[in-house]
Nanobody, 127 residues
Framework: QVQLVESGGGLVQAGASLSVSCAAS????????MGWFRQAPGKEREFVAA????????????YYADSVKGRFTISRDNAKNTVYLQMETLKPEDTAVYYC????????????????WGQGTQVTVSS
């Protein structure tokens, strides 16, 4: 069965950096676009970043939420079946549970189009 397992969350101070990872199994990873989403307390889950199957469009500005552009970088290693989210200059408003998700084919910002989800990893940014 498909499993997505996030790791790397934690508690950091504002301005710090943090990287979270998502290891995938049970699927042909290179056939799947990957996305990161987050959900803050009392809020709906929102799109953060997405990356295509090969990673070619990783730097496309169209696939980052405006709130994280220039601070977050999504990348993937198809040999390791892993997608990463490098977060720089973290702000308290980045505090959320971060989820990775997988969908076959092209990447999208649309949450409803992702087939598989991880359990999430907590990122807390203190002021």
């Amino acid at each position: 069965q498909v499993q997505l397992v996030e790791s790397g969350g934690g508690l950091v101070q504002a301005g710090a950096s943090l990287s979270v990872s998502c290891a995938a199994s049970g699927l042909t990873f290179s056939n799947y676009a990957m996305g990161w989403f987050r959900q803050a307390p009392g809020k709906e889950r929102e799109f953060v970043a997405a990356i295509g199957r090969s990673g070619y469009y990783a730097n496309s500005v169209n696939y980052y939420a405006d709130s994280v552009k220039g601070r977050f970088t999504i990348s993937r290693d198809n040999a390791k079946n892993t997608v990463y989210l490098q977060m720089e200059t973290l702000k308290p408003e980045d505090t959320a549970v971060y989820y990775c998700a997988a969908k076959p084919g092209s990447m999208t910002v649309r949450e409803s189009q992702y087939d598989y989800w991880g359990q999430g990893t907590q990122v807390t940014v203190s002021s």
